[in-house]
């Protein structure tokens, strides 16, 4: 079993579009995570949720909006899509301090 | 406010060699320490933990880590690599108090050949 899922694992779309992708955990972890890792493969902190409330939000913009709908659950909304937001987005979800973060395989996204 | 230098960019190593990936941080308050790998178009797995105890950690795969506090240090080290080791592996750090989140070096592509 896919312990941290997300769909679609592929996105390519044209600048301007709205996008949205969805992440999963079966772990019963409180806290999940969504990081961008860049073309030069840098992995930076977007938001972090702990149980459903929002606890970082890292001057991500505006257009970057997050929900969990439950603590299984962490998607990732994008509006008017650019050019820069070409990356590979990952989910990650842990469990109290000090325990490592799961993570995705990655959503690839790819701006026209 | 944490960061994290992995001082090589790339280690390119034949197979059954020995090989160090170099992780040094900077941080205000005390952290935890971890070595993820990412094999292509893979997420991240983790190697490797420092918490707390003993300063050498044993990890997947027959990799090891030595966190040296005077140094704020935290190398990885494999006796004998293989080919399917090649990948990039990234060192990070969360903070013991607060929020988890893990701060990143930029990545060592170890680079394993014949």
């Known amino acids: 079993d896919t312990a941290v899922s997300q769909t679609p694992k592929y996105l390519v779309t044209q600048m301007g579009n709205d996008k949205s992708i969805k992440c999963e955990q079966n772990?019963?972890?409180?806290?999940m995570y969504w990081y961008k890792q860049d073309s030069k493969k840098f992995l930076k902190i977007m938001f972090s949720y702990n149980n459903k409330e929002l606890i970082i939000n890292e001057t991500v913009p505006n257009r970057f909006s997050p929900k969990s709908p439950d603590k299984a659950h962490l998607n990732l909304h994008i509006n008017s899509l650019e050019l820069g937001d070409s990356a590979v987005y990952f989910c990650?979800?842990?469990?109290?301090?000090?325990?490592?973060?799961?993570f995705g395989d990655g959503t690839r996204l790819s701006i026209l | 406010a944490q960061s994290v230098t992995q001082l090589d960019s790339q280690v390119p190593v034949f197979e059954e060699a020995p090989v160090e990936l170099r992780c040094n941080y900077s941080s205000s308050v005390s952290v935890y320490l971890f070595w993820y790998v990412q094999y292509p178009n893979q997420g991240l797995q983790l190697l490797l933990k420092y918490l707390s105890g003993s300063t050498l950690v044993k990890g997947i795969n027959g990799f090891e880590a030595e966190f040296n506090k005077s140094q704020t240090s935290f190398h990885l080290r494999k006796p004998s690599v293989h080919i399917s080791d090649t990948a990039e592996y990234f060192c990070?750090?969360?903070?013991?108090?607060?929020?988890?989140?893990?701060?990143f070096g930029k990545g060592t592509m170890l680079l394993v050949s014949p």
């Open positions: 990650a979800s842990s469990q109290g301090k000090g325990s490592p973060q799961h």
């Open positions: 772990l019963g972890h409180d806290t």
């Open positions: 990070a750090v969360s903070p013991r108090a607060g929020y988890s989140t893990l701060t």
